[in-house]
């Protein structure tokens, strides 16, 4: 380890990893830190080990909607082995991540970095100090306050469960619960509660959609409570005690294990940002839209950073920006986001992009929607999909596609398409007149339009 670089990244994960390699190829010596094995949240803790355990709940899924047409059996979630499997892809993640680095030639460092001073941080009681530094610590979940909060368990830690508790509670009905109540339900918990203080669960979503979802998770047998608000949990021997505030009074829930799934905040608390003269907000680290921060030597991008949403494609293409400005020297490049989606992994999965109804008429645009359940649909029947959907946006007089919403299989790839046609302005017609492979899912989009 050296103890001076052109450039320390601090975060190996999406946001942080490719302008450490961007940076080193042209010749840089550079640093990248991470207080855990490199990989990041995506990899290691999130998006790509939760849809793994998916992958083998879909198969329940599958079996149950095509009961009665031909296929018998009824499989069910072996918890160990299923997590087994999603290991087989964690955990060689960081080494394969951290030898990708060093190859580059940099110097891949554990610990927790803490600024000292404008261009030095402290790492293991080392000062290293760098010319540049590029800061990409990701999100944490949001703290409570809540007598009790200490016995949430994370997100990780429902992803490392060796085995499946049968009573799980989860805090919260954002995306990370509701896709993890599925998982839990499908795997064979007996009582599986989502407790959402809102009047809904997946406030950023379209309301009709996820009323259908709903739908579907409580016929799944999820119990899944609004305008819940959690006011303390207690333990009381094995079992957890959560307390929930009602509209008509106070319930208990009782479990063997309470999940947090309120939200995550910028993971940024601990980097002392104020010795390296870095200003933020509780939004995260200000950035311009060079992914410059109030400090001209540092950049930041990703979930830590007051920028786009806390999706993995964003954090690479933030960090893709503050690379090639590092790189220029200047603020060359700003960062551009096309229309961004977003996909919530439940099943079925609902799926979003661009504008709400809500968001369009706010904004005077004047549009018509095109909604639709589509049940009746081939591409539903043939997989025995009962809840399906879709909701466009279309803009009269130029025919621009103002936001796509999609509920049903295939919303995964259907919305990306959308996203494809709407970052080239391509216009409903023009969507039409596509001809996609028959019969698939993409072959529905010009009926939605
Ligand atoms: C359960 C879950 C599911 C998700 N599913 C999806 C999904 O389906 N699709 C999607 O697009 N996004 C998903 N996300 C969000 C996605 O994972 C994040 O947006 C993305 O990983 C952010 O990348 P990042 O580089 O900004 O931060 P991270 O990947 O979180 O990397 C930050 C790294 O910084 C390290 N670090 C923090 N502080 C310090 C310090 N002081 N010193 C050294 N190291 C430090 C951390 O250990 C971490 O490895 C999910 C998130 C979670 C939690």
Redesign the pocket.
């Known amino acids: 380890m050296k103890s001076s670089y052109d450039l320390i990244v601090?975060?190996?994960?999406?946001?942080?990893n490719g302008v450490a390699r961007m940076t080193a190829n042209a010749g840089w010596s550079v640093a990248s830190?991470?207080?855990?094995p490199h990989?990041?949240?995506?990899a290691l803790?999130?998006?790509d080990p939760?849809?793994m355990l998916i992958a083998v709940t879909e198969g329940v899924e599958w079996a149950e909607n095509m009961k009665g047409k031909g296929l018998e059996a009824q499989p069910a979630v072996n918890w160990p082995d299923m997590t087994a499997f999603k290991r087989t892809f964690t955990d060689s993640m960081p080494l394969r991540i951290e030898a990708g680095l060093e190859k580059a030639g940099i110097d891949v460092l554990h610990?927790?970095?803490?600024f000292t001073g404008p261009d030095t941080i402290e790492l293991n009681g080392e000062t290293l100090r760098a010319k540049y530094f590029h800061i990409?610590?990701?999100?944490r979940p949001m703290t409570l306050n809540i007598p009790g909060e200490e016995y949430l368990a994370t997100?990780t830690e429902f992803?490392e469960l060796p085995e499946r508790p049968n009573r799980i509670a989860f805090v919260g009905g954002g995306f990370?619960a509701m896709e993890f109540a599925h998982i839990a339900k499908r795997s064979g918990a007996s009582e599986v509660t989502v407790l959402e203080m809102m009047d809904r669960p997946l406030g950023p979503f379209d309301p009709d959609l996820v009323a259908m979802l709903v739908e579907a998770t409580e016929e799944l047998g999820v119990d899944l409570r609004t305008k819940a608000k959690v006011a303390k949990i207690e333990k009381q021997g094995d079992e957890f005690l959560v307390t929930v505030e009602r509209p008509d009074g106070t319930e208990t829930v009782t479990c063997d294990l309470v999940v947090h799934g309120t939200g995550?905040v910028p993971?940024i608390d601990?980097?002392n940002l104020e010795a390296a003269g870095v200003e933020y907000t509780r939004r995260g680290i200000k950035v311009n839209t060079a992914m410059r921060t109030s400090n001209p030597a540092i950049f930041a991008?990703?979930?830590?950073a007051d920028s786009g949403l806390?999706?993995?494609?964003?954090?690479a293409a933030e960090g893709r920006v503050a690379g090639k400005n590092l790189l220029a020297g200047k603020d060359a490049r700003k960062v551009k986001y096309p229309p961004i989606p977003s996909?919530v992994?439940t099943l079925p999965m609902v799926a979003t992009l661009g504008l709400s109804e809500a968001a369009a008429r706010e904004r005077g645009l004047t549009f018509d929607t095109h909604f639709e359940k589509t049940e009746g649909w081939y591409s539903s029947l043939r997989v025995g999909a009962k809840r399906t959907a879709y909701k466009v946006l279309v803009e009269r007089g130029s025919g621009q596609i103002l936001g796509a919403h999609l509920i049903g299989p295939g919303a995964e790839e259907q919305i990306n398409l959308f996203a494809m046609a709407m970052g080239a302005g391509q216009t409903a017609n023009q969507i039409k007149a596509m001809i996609f492979a028959y019969p698939s899912y993409a072959s529905d989009i010009g009926s939605m339009v």
């Open positions: 601090i975060g190996g994960g999406t946001g942080g830190i991470d207080s855990e990989g990041g949240t995506c803790r999130g998006c939760k849809k610990g927790q970095a803490r990409a610590t990701g999100a997100s992803l990370i995550r993971n601990r980097l991008a990703g979930d830590c806390n999706l993995t494609p964003v954090s996909v992994f």
